[in-house]
Nanobody, 123 residues
Framework: QVQLVESGGGLVQTGGSLRLSCVAS??????MGWFRQAPGEVREFVAA????????YYADSVKGRFTISRDNAKNTVYLLMNSLKPEDTAVYYC??????????????????WGQGTQVTVSS
């Protein structure tokens, strides 16, 4: 089993920045990702990163504004969010793939999920 705990969410004004963290414990994981879900919307892919950190993949809506990174020594993946917009408001979820190291934007590829952290961007 793997436990994922997110932190770093909060309220920020348009144009501001936040850094989310997700700490993984339990068995080893490979690719990790971030997804988000706004009220009344389906969960959508945000960013993903390979175990080595060398491979990353972003949704078009966040490309150039968000940066995903990881520190395997700390079993932690980060999401640095800059130039935040009201449409970025959502619950952000960390996900981990304990089977493959495929950087993917498909939720079904991930085996474990965190509980989520709320990000609210005010206009």
């Amino acid at each position: 089993q793997v436990q994922l705990v997110e932190s770093g969410g909060g309220l920020v004004q348009t144009g501001g920045s936040l850094r989310l963290s997700c700490v993984a414990s339990g068995r080893s994981v490979y690719a990790m990702g971030w997804f988000r879900q706004a009220p009344g919307e389906v969960r959508e892919f945000v960013a993903a990163i390979a175990y080595s950190g060398g491979g990353t993949y972003y949704a078009d809506s966040v490309k150039g504004r968000f940066t995903i990174s990881r520190d395997n020594a700390k079993n932690t993946v980060y999401l640095l969010m800059n130039s935040l917009k009201p449409e970025d408001t959502a619950v952000y979820y960390c996900a981990a793939d304990a089977t493959n190291n495929v950087v993917a934007g498909i939720a079904d590829m991930y085996d474990y999920w965190g509980q989520g952290t709320q990000v609210t961007v005010s206009s």
